[in-house]
DNA sequence: TTTCAAGTTAAGAATGATTCCTAAGTAATA
DNA sequence: TATTACTTAGGAATCATTCTTAACTTGAAA
């Protein structure tokens, strides 16, 4: 984890070994306020502005990416892999979801067409769903 | 557009119609401060909670809807028709993508697999690349 | 090991985005 | 015209994020 920061350049401090674990560990695409009050217990020290700013620092940084939303609130993603993003309308939660074949699909229909005036960087899918049974996982065989 | 805020059964205040139509006539997904800033030269006296609270009701009955952006802040859209968006990285805009094709493909790879414990309602691409002529349309064909 | 420069952070203030409150206004019905 | 339930203005309050500056610390060089 400190090589991940440290290849990046950045300067390996503690609060960025501290926020950048957390996130890793929190699969559930967190906000800032999320993330700092996971740290707080074992870290009252860390600032409410450094886990702001650190954040945007990693992503800036390719370390980890921002989750798109509707809500009006940042949140993160450490997963970096190629995926889309289930998003249950019911249960406020979203869910990671990855396709290779389907992703293979979309990739090649854009390679057909003829892209005018855009360099396409990725292509990710929004699923908007509700959950069924809040306790049990979403699998899509 | 009298009709289709009545056809919703809720009132139909002059704020509404102001505020309906600023955001018919703004395709460019607008935060509320742009919808806000649009309308305030010729009604000085509609606030900004007021536009706050129109928009989110008419999300609510289906009027227009939100757009998902990574930024912590609201935008909205009024088209209603199934599309993706793309996003500009590098001029910050977001643009509307129509294509049925892609979509029953898609749809159909969906109906394909085994779903379990979510009940998908609609499925949309989220295009993120560079728009190479700002002054230029981006077109996809 | 020590030094030091450049980058980083804490703390809180400031700014921006959104929600809440209440008295006053008004759309729509009778 | 009267009435009522819903809506809104205006500004306060709350939440989300950024800024400022003095103090801290990382990491490279000596």
Do not use: W
């Amino acid at each position: 984890m400190k090589e991940k920061i440290a290849g990046t350049g950045l300067k390996v401090t503690h609060q960025r070994m501290v926020i950048y674990d957390a996130v890793l560990q929190m699969n559930f695409h967190p906000t800032v306020e999320q993330i700092y009050e996971d740290i707080q217990g074992e870290n009252p020290s860390i600032s409410l502005g450094t886990v702001y700013k650190t954040l945007e620092t990693f992503v800036e940084y390719g370390l980890i990416d921002r989750v798109f939303t509707e809500e009006g609130v940042r949140r993160y993603d450490p997963n970096l892999e190629h995926h889309g993003h289930i998003y249950c309308t019911n249960t406020r939660e979203i869910v990671d979801y990855y396709s290779e074949e389907l992703n293979e699909i979309i990739t090649g229909f854009f390679k057909k067409r003829k892209v005018n005036n855009l360099k396409i960087k990725n292509i990710t899918l929004q699923i908007n769903g509700d959950k069924i049974d809040p306790d049990k996982d979403i699998t899509i065989k």
